[in-house]
């Protein structure tokens, strides 16, 4: 899988892409990411990116353009091109899955007010938020996506059942987890987790899951 993400701050993922599973998918070759400065784009000797609105109003607006060149050097026919945004549908383990799936995407971070609304009409395959709420940019959104979507890509976390179990692949909270003491200042472990009865562990970990999710994310178990 191949990820080009789009920006006018890349230095902001060199953190984040350098440590985790992140570096670790692309020494494995499981993934390539490039992060590209959209300025590299930009026709003017000042580098700009963005302009003022047509009709006034505060902030600035992402220049339509600037996307034009950047998607006709990086597009090919296979690419899914996603647009972070408040306005896109909110970011689910299912949408991290599909996207895990492809073989190219190409993640744009805006900034400013937004964008020039040609480039959501002309380029854009998808719009995804990450949650009802405003940042600054699309960076962290990013970041967010591609952690999400590049572990699911097999062979980057060590066992598959782990992926299996975990919160939200089946719509349920994960299970409690417990480890060495058995007994913590008297806070005992459950006694089921002990007694090496592997169905009868299974059998629990799936109703304190159903119990859990009941609990905290009723949402998640409604149809
Ligand atoms: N850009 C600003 N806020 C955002 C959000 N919540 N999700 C995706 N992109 C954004």
């Given at each position: 899988?191949?990820?080009?993400?789009?920006?006018?701050?890349?230095?902001?993922?060199?953190?984040?892409?350098?440590?985790?599973?992140?570096?670790?998918?692309?020494?494995?070759?499981?993934?390539?990411?490039?992060?590209?400065?959209?300025?590299?784009?930009?026709?003017?000797?000042?580098?700009?990116?963005?302009?003022k609105p047509?009709?006034?109003?505060?902030?600035m607006?992402?220049?339509v353009?600037?996307?034009?060149?950047?998607?006709?050097?990086?597009k090919t026919?296979?690419?899914?091109v996603?647009?972070?945004?408040p306005?896109?549908k909110?970011?689910?383990?299912?949408?991290?899955?599909?996207l895990?799936e492809?073989?190219?995407?190409?993640?744009?971070?805006?900034?400013?007010?937004?964008?020039?609304?040609r480039i959501?009409?002309?380029f854009?395959?998808?719009?995804?938020?990450?949650g009802?709420?405003?940042?600054?940019?699309?960076?962290?959104?990013?970041?967010?996506?591609v952690?999400?979507?590049?572990?699911?890509?097999?062979?980057?976390?060590?066992?598959?059942?782990?992926l299996?179990?975990?919160s939200?692949?089946?719509?349920l909270?994960e299970?409690?987890?417990y480890?060495r003491?058995?007994?913590y200042?008297?806070?005992?472990?459950?006694?089921?987790?002990?007694?090496g009865?592997?169905e009868?562990?299974?059998k629990?970990?799936?109703?304190?899951?159903?119990?859990r999710?009941?609990?905290?994310?009723?949402?998640?178990s409604?149809?």
């Open positions: 899988m191949k990820i080009d993400i789009l920006t006018i701050f890349p230095e902001m993922f060199e953190g984040p892409f350098r440590e985790s599973m992140i570096k670790r998918a692309e020494n494995k070759k499981l993934v390539k990411i490039k992060i590209h400065d959209l300025r590299v784009w930009a026709e003017d000797k000042h580098k700009t990116v963005d302009d047509f009709g006034g109003g505060p902030g607006v992402m220049k353009e600037v996307i034009d060149k950047a998607l006709k050097a990086l026919d296979k690419t899914r996603v647009l972070l945004t306005q896109g909110t970011f689910k383990q299912k949408i991290a899955k599909k895990s492809l073989k190219h995407i190409i993640l744009i971070c805006g900034h400013y007010e937004g964008f020039d609304e959501r009409e002309h854009v395959d998808e719009e995804i938020s990450i009802d709420y405003v940042l600054t940019g699309g960076e962290i959104p990013a970041m967010v996506v952690d999400a979507m590049v572990r699911l890509i097999p062979g980057v976390v060590g066992k598959k059942e782990s299996k179990e975990e939200f692949s089946q719509d909270l299970y409690p987890q480890t003491p058995a007994d200042k008297g806070w005992k472990v459950p006694e089921v987790l002990l007694s009865d592997h009868k562990i299974k629990w970990r799936k109703e304190q899951a159903e119990k999710t009941k609990l905290k994310r009723p949402d998640l409604k149809p």
